[in-house]
Each structure stands twice: as structure tokens, then as C-alpha cells.
């Protein structure tokens, strides 16, 4: 069973950056990886994706402009970069792989398993 491992969250003040990473625990070939945020009392959110051989990117509109998401494939890594963080940003922080080796930008959490513990983000206003 691979499971994934996040890191990289912590407590910044609001227009502040943080990168996540997600490190799986064994080689996942061909399969996408997602990053999801689940706030307290709300349904876990897409916040963006990669495919793991084209490099194909997907991202949430509400974060398009503020995050980007990147691989390494010799480390099996898969990056969160977010700048100008805000406080509407605080959730924790999952990372995924699809459950399908085609993926097309499909957002539904259904549609990733694997999943890991996540990492807490607090933005301060």
C-alpha cells in the first residue's frame, strides 16, 4: 500500500509563502499526484495536480495565481508552492495519488486514494 507523507506546513502571517512537499513511501509509476485542503467543518477541497509523466499541471481557480505545483521525479517528491498567502488558505493539507493512470484534471477527491496524514497551514491576518 503506498502512502504518501506531507511536510512543509506551518503557522505564517498572511502574504507569506510555504512549500509543501509529498514523498511517497514506495515508487509510484505513471499515476498523477494531488494536493487537497480541508478546513475545519468544510468538504476537502482540489487545490491542485500533476501528472507524474507529462508534467501536466491542473489547479483550483481560487488558487491559480498563487500556487504552483511541481515534481521530482528522482525523489519521488511532489511540491506545494504557495505565495501570498491568506488567511482563508488555513486548512490541512493532503496529498494523493489518482487511482487512474490517465488523468485529466478530474478534481473529485473520489478520485484519489493513497491518501496521507496532511500538515496543518494557519495563515494570520
Known amino acids: 500500500q503506498v502512502q504518501m507523507v506531507e511536510s512543509g506546513g506551518g503557522l505564517v502571517q498572511a502574504g507569506g509563502s510555504l512549500r509543501l512537499s509529498c514523498v511517497a513511501s514506495?515508487?509510484?509509476?505513471?499515476?498523477?499526484r494531488g494536493w487537497f485542503r480541508q478546513a475545519p467543518g468544510k468538504e476537502r477541497q482540489f487545490v491542485a495536480a500533476i501528472t507524474w509523466s507529462g508534467g501536466s499541471t491542473y489547479y483550483a481557480d481560487s488558487v491559480k495565481d498563487r500556487v504552483t505545483i511541481s515534481r521530482d521525479s528522482a525523489k519521488n517528491t511532489v511540491y506545494l508552492q504557495m505565495n501570498s498567502l491568506k488567511p482563508e488558505d488555513t486548512a490541512v493539507y493532503y496529498c494523493?495519488?489518482?487511482?487512474?493512470?490517465?488523468?485529466?484534471?478530474?478534481?473529485?477527491?473520489?478520485?484519489?486514494?493513497?491518501w496521507g496524514q496532511g500538515t496543518q497551514v494557519t495563515v494570520s491576518s
Open positions: 514506495a515508487r509510484v509509476f505513471s499515476y498523477a
Open positions: 494523493a495519488a489518482a487511482r487512474g493512470r490517465y488523468y485529466t484534471g478530474d478534481q473529485d477527491p473520489q478520485s484519489f486514494g493513497s
